[in-house]
Nanobody, 118 residues
Framework: QVQLVESGGGLVQPGGSLRLSCAASGFTFSIYAMRWYRQAPGKVRELVAHISTYGGTTNYADSVKGRFTISRDNAKNTVYLQMSNLKPEDTAVYFC???????????WGQGTQVTVSS
């Protein structure tokens, strides 16, 4: 059974930091690119960060460049999103996604809420 379980969300003040984790099971984690998406109320889900299978390539949305860092540990089947200098506009539900381009397989986690507010 495929599972992606996010954790690490919560309430943080502007300028603060959080680290999200996504633990994967039920599939071969190391051959999937991993992504973090987010969805704020009333808005479409947007891609925040992407990391290739072995971490050699990362990409970020312009809105988070220089503040967020995506990483992965294939030995632990886990992907991370380190978020720093958080802003109120970062408030959203953050979702973990596993994607394999060669066959189009696509798995989602249930999401974790991040709220940035004073």
């Amino acid at each position: 059974q495929v599972q992606l379980v996010e954790s690490g969300g919560g309430l943080v003040q502007p300028g603060g930091s959080l680290r999200l984790s996504c633990a994967a099971s039920g599939f071969t984690f190391s051959i999937y690119a991993m992504r973090w998406y987010r969805q704020a109320p009333g808005k479409v889900r947007e891609l925040v960060a992407h990391i290739s299978t072995y971490g050699g390539t990362t990409n970020y949305a312009d809105s988070v460049k220089g503040r967020f860092t995506i990483s992965r540990d294939n030995a632990k089947n886990t992907v991370y999103l380190q978020m720093s200098n958080l802003k109120p506009e970062d408030t959203a539900v953050y979702f973990c996604n596993a994607f394999r381009a060669v066959n189009g397989y696509n798995y989602w986690g249930q999401g974790t809420q991040v709220t940035v507010s004073s």
